[in-house]
Nanobody, 123 residues
Framework: QVQLVESGGGLVQAGGSLRLSCAAS??????????MGWYRQAPGKERELFAVITSGGSTNYADSVKGRFTLSRDNAKNTIYLQMSSLKPEDTAVYYC???????????????WGQGTQVTVSS
């Protein structure tokens, strides 16, 4: 009921910047999108959550990206933006957008995922 489309990944040199976007579309208008965020998964590692933004715009970051990444949200467009700066080779991973949403009448939130976008940082 919520589709997430990511864009903006690619190859960048260490120290460079990239901006990722994640646009959410609802197949049922009454679905309420709550928290949105970004996970990433490097080869051979588990998927990790590193940035979250609430519907009110409050953000939280993992220590590994704090001070370098900035997450913002446009509720009118149901889109979040991840500005990544001072990128390091260890930031190389597939980046996944995530959204938590409540369907009408539901008690619990449902989880939705984007297809993932590759970010590669060369040294």
């Amino acid at each position: 009921q919520v589709q997430l489309v990511e864009s903006g990944g690619g190859l960048v040199q260490a120290g460079g910047s990239l901006r990722l976007s994640c646009a959410a579309s609802r197949t049922i208008f009454s679905i309420s999108i709550k928290n949105m965020g970004w996970y990433r998964q490097a080869p051979g590692k588990e998927r990790e959550l590193f940035a979250v933004i609430t519907s009110g715009g409050s953000t939280n970051y993992a220590d590994s990206v704090k001070g370098r990444f900035t997450l913002s949200r446009d509720n009118a467009k149901n889109t979040i933006y991840l500005q990544m700066s001072s990128l390091k080779p260890e930031d190389t991973a597939v980046y996944y957008c995530n959204a938590e949403a409540r369907r009408p009448g539901a008690v619990f939130l449902s989880n939705y995922w984007g297809q993932g976008t590759q970010v590669t940082v060369s040294s």
